[in-house]
């Protein structure tokens, strides 16, 4: 079984730009979050879906950031415009539910390193 | 504000001896804890969790400790392997709060 995937692994762009991570799921999970991780800091968490509505969104830092999941499968988020604090590692992680479950095991994907120069 | 501290970035042990990583959380409401591992460009991998109806959770060389009254949990690895080098993040539901890690360096 194919894991939680993100693309790109890595992205270099300028302040001002826009940049849109990707995230793919394990199939047949209904539940995915976003994290970021900054400058070797904690992992913080920036939202939750359960299937294609957002479930919990307090960790969005502010309107520069946009998070989608049309149909419920895989998620986007968007960073229009990029500042230089947005840089950091974004990991995607998704799990089967029911959402809320405590005991339910989220799975992380590799990452996305944001590099705004 | 950060509510799971992992106070030590670091953590140095020989193999075969025990490795204990510990995590301190501020939120009394917190009622599940797990410890992730983390190789280098690789994302976190689930390790094991422990409800707050229970003071110990043991899995093959890892034992999870939570002292609710101090708000503290701590993860043992024995006998600790080289291959167990890596960031361990504890973390804390709902939503997930993660601490800032620590990186465990086992010698050989």
């Known amino acids: 079984e194919a894991g939680v995937t993100q693309f790109p692994s890595h992205s270099v762009i300028e302040k001002g730009q826009t940049v849109t991570l990707r995230c793919d799921p394990i199939?047949?999970?209904?539940?995915l979050y976003w994290y970021r991780r900054v400058m070797g800091k904690e992992i913080k968490f920036l939202l939750h879906?359960?299937?294609?509505?957002?479930?919990?969104e307090s960790g969005m830092p502010n309107n520069r950031f946009l998070a989608e999941r049309t149909g419920g499968t895989y998620s986007t988020l968007k960073v229009q415009p990029a500042e230089l604090e947005d840089s950091g590692v974004y990991f995607c992680?998704?799990?089967?539910?029911?959402?809320?479950?405590?005991?339910?095991?989220?799975?992380f994907g590799p990452g996305t390193r944001l590099t705004v120069l | 504000d950060q509510q799971v501290k992992q106070n030590s970035p670091s953590l140095s042990v020989q193999e075969g001896r025990i490795s204990i990583l510990n995590c301190d959380y501020t939120?009394?409401?917190?009622?599940?804890f797990l410890w992730y591992k983390k190789y280098p460009a690789e994302g976190p991998t689930f390790l094991i969790s422990?409800?707050?109806?229970?003071d110990k959770n043991e899995d093959g060389r890892f034992t999870v400790f939570l002292n609710k009254s101090a708000k503290h949990l701590s993860l043992h690895i024995v006998p600790s392997q080289p291959g167990d080098s890596a960031v361990y993040f504890c973390?804390?539901?709902?939503?997930?709060?993660f601490g800032a890690g620590t990186r465990l360096t086992v010698k050989p």
């Open positions: 992680a998704s799990s089967q539910g029911p959402a809320g479950v405590v005991t339910d095991t989220q799975y």
């Open positions: 199939s047949g999970h209904d539940n």
């Open positions: 973390a804390a539901l709902l939503p997930m709060r």
């Open positions: 939120n009394s409401m917190f009622d599940y």
């Open positions: 422990i409800s707050s109806i229970k």
């Open positions: 879906f359960v299937k294609e509505s957002k479930q919990d």
